[in-house]
């Protein structure tokens, strides 16, 4: 679990290299039930290095309408074990594409109303092209591989959300580079 | 002295065994049942309406032996390698005396499959009987023996019993195949609307249960488990083995982690 402030070391630490500079990247992987602070996330990100010129967050939110006008209410359930494992992959598949310098996700699983923040995904490059592409790698293939599921409440009753073709497209956005 | 299976707020939880070493471990229980001497004499001459008594509670016996997770809520999933049912008929004592012993190599102790595959066993006698004698008692379900772990040793203090188990080995016991018995199930895991579907969160089977070790096997032996098969058949069902993705068939090991779930929708 991952609280502000104490970050929880990821087992996949080992698959990244050292830094030019000789520190150690900041890489976390974290799958909680508590609120994150994203402000906390990028002081995080962006302390310890100077060799950064880019970062960029993404943060996805809980909405009041989705495949329903109005809902009142998710619940996100995850793989333990699994969705840790696909998302180092996917961490690591981007720094195969592109020069990261830190990366950190956090994903909420639970109990969330709208306006509540769900995901976190950072990203530090020394220039912005690198960042804004990595973080939208991430976020596209978080949405398709990772297994997380969400289940949407209104006042009609609940229903598990439907995977959406826009999702799978996104993909191919990456196949063709 | 604290209860294990209680936390810090006193609510039941189940141990923690992941850091417990693991160790041979034994454990006997006896209990027994007693009737009417005209019951046990059918009983003896195997002159029950329902047919073979001893043979049946034993079978029932090892089956609880084997499911007593399902029974006792906060007792683990155990992998027995060795599970025995012993039966004497004691004349002068009209009862029939119940031994059982198990034995597993793991973190935890068995004493509670031990006393399980008593108390069914007893009942099932109770059943196969009770039509010719509705007055039987079943009496003394006990540990007699545990070994292994970190409490070591524990034997009952023979001498306060009032009528100590006779120790004669009877001719009567049938272990389980061993080989059987020492490989690994497939653990299968279901999410989300699956699960909901299904009415089932995890499943486990011998990979020797299957018509052969394949994914596609997997599928249908789980189709013939559960009450909605047909939720099984959706086009878009993913699979990961070991918590990597596949598709298509694939071959499938003992202690294998197979999950099944609908596409993902996270983020």
Same mark, same amino acid.
């Given at each position: ?37 994203? %402000? ?14 880019? !970062?960029?967050?993404? !943060? ?10 109005? !809902? ?10 699994? /969705?840790?494992?696909?998302? %180092? ?16 996700? !956090?994903?909420?699983? %639970?109990?969330? /109303? ?29 949405? /398709? ?8 409440? /209104?006042? %009609? ?21 | ?8 707020? &006193? ?72 599970? +025995? ?30 006393? =399980? ?6 009942? =099932? ?88 070790? =394949? ?35 694939? +071959? ?14 996270? &983020?």
């Amino acid at each position: 679990m991952l609280r502000l402030g104490l970050v929880m070391k990821s087992p996949f630490s080992h698959l990244l290299p050292e830094a030019d500079h000789g520190r150690q990247k900041i890489y976390v992987i974290a799958i909680q039930r508590e609120p994150f602070d994203i %402000g906390a996330l990028y002081q995080r990100l962006v302390g310890e290095g100077h060799e950064t010129g880019a !970062v960029v967050s993404f !943060v996805g939110r809980v909405r009041d309408f989705n495949e329903s006008p109005e !809902v009142t209410a998710l619940t996100l359930e995850h793989y333990p074990g699994m /969705t840790e494992r696909a998302l %180092g992959d996917i961490v690591q598949q981007a720094r195969d594409r592109w020069q990261i310098n830190d990366a950190i996700i !956090v994903h909420r699983i %639970g109990y969330m /109303t709208p306006g509540d923040d769900i995901v976190a995904v950072l990203v530090s490059t020394a220039h912005r092209h690198a960042a804004f592409e990595a973080c939208a790698f991430i976020m596209d293939f978080l949405k /398709t591989s990772a297994p997380f599921w969400k289940k949407e409440h /209104t006042h %009609g009753g609940a229903y598990w959300v439907r995977e959406r073709e826009s999702d799978l497209a996104s993909l191919k956005r990456w196949e063709q580079q | 002295m604290t209860l294990t299976h209680l936390n810090e707020r &006193g609510e039941a939880s189940m141990v923690d065994v992941s850091d417990k070493q693991s160790s041979h471990r034994e454990a006997i229980a006896t209990g027994r049942i007693v009737m009417q001497p005209d019951t046990l004499k059918l009983l003896a001459d195997g002159d029950m309406p329902k047919g073979d008594v001893l043979a049946t509670a034993r079978i029932a016996g090892i089956q609880a032996a084997k499911r007593t997770h399902e029974l006792i809520p906060l007792c683990h999933a155990l992998m027995l390698s060795k599970v +025995a049912v012993d039966f004497e008929l004691d004349i002068a004592g009209h009862c029939v005396r119940v031994k059982a012993f198990c034995r597993l190599e793991g973190r935890t102790g068995v004493e509670m499959e031990a006393l =399980t595959a008593v108390s069914v066993a007893c009942l =099932t006698l109770y059943d196969m009987c009770k039509a010719v004698d509705r007055g039987m008692e079943i009496m003394d379900v006990r540990l007699e023996h545990k070994s292994g772990g970190q409490s070591g040793v524990w034997e009952r203090d023979t001498t306060v019993e009032s009528s100590p188990l006779d120790t004669r080995e009877t001719s009567l016991e049938t272990p389980e195949p061993s080989d059987e018995l020492n490989e690994s199930p497939i653990q299968i895991r279901f999410f989300a609307e699956l699960r909901e579907r299904l009415g089932i969160e995890k499943l486990s089977v011998l990979p020797g249960h299957l018509s052969s070790p =394949t994914l596609s096997a997997l599928k249908e032996w789980i189709k013939s488990q559960v009450d909605t098969p047909e939720a099984m058949d959706q086009p878009r069902l993913l699979c990961a083995i070991n918590h990597d993705m596949v598709q298509g068939d694939a +071959a499938l090991g003992a202690g294998d982690e197979v999950a099944f779930f609908p596409p993902v929708t996270g &983020g």
